[in-house]
């Protein structure tokens, strides 16, 4: 499944599969080997050669909260499929800490390209009232058409694409506030 994940004011398109004796992870189409283990009430992640602590907990906003190396880093999530597809991974390692969930914070919501494609049609106008995973933007990707909804219920503000464009993964496409 692809979800799009906004951390430090980027949103990025991202993949995780199972597969090379861990995961593979895919964003914005870069692909990267990943191998994790839980530890003390955290994940141990290897990419590569470099070894990283990672905790994710639900933050008060809505939100969520990934420590990486103790790092605190603010993340938003908005699956790019419908949301009776997502899942939360539990059970939690220990420590309350949780997998991925679909909570998204009060501020704007940048929908992004989830990989490049055309966009086959726009659903949306400026200043148009949303709700809640009402279809934004149809785009066709590997032969396939992915609608693109709303995380929330809000106004667009802002519509950056036009029918027949090309995009890359992680073009912002719509803005929802």
């Known amino acids: 499944m692809i979800v799009l994940v906004e951390a430090g004011g980027r949103t990025r398109a991202v993949e995780v599969r199972r597969g090379n004796g861990g995961f593979v992870v895919v964003i914005d189409g870069r692909e990267r080997t990943v191998d994790v283990s839980a530890v ?3 994940w141990s992640l290897l990419i590569g050669s470099a070894s990283y602590e990672v905790s994710i907990s639900d933050a008060p906003d809505g939100t969520m909260t990934v420590r990486v190396d103790g790092r605190p880093v603010p993340v938003s999530v908005a699956s790019s499929r419908p949301a009776w597809r997502d899942r939360r991974r539990d059970p939690a390692p220990q420590g309350g800490a949780a997998g991925p969930s679909t909570a998204l914070g009060s501020g704007p919501q940048r929908i992004a390209a989830p990989m490049p494609g055309k966009i086959v049609k726009v659903l949306v106008k400026p200043g148009e009232r949303v709700t809640a ?7 066709e990707a590997m032969k396939m058409e992915n609608e693109l909804r709303s995380p929330k219920a809000g106004t667009i503000s802002e519509v950056r694409v036009q029918e027949g464009a090309s995009v890359e993964a ?7 506030e």
């Open 170 to 176: 992680g073009a912002i496409l719509v803005i929802v």
């Open 40 to 42: 003390n009430g955290a």
């Open 133 to 139: 995973r009402q279809g934004l933007v149809i785009v």
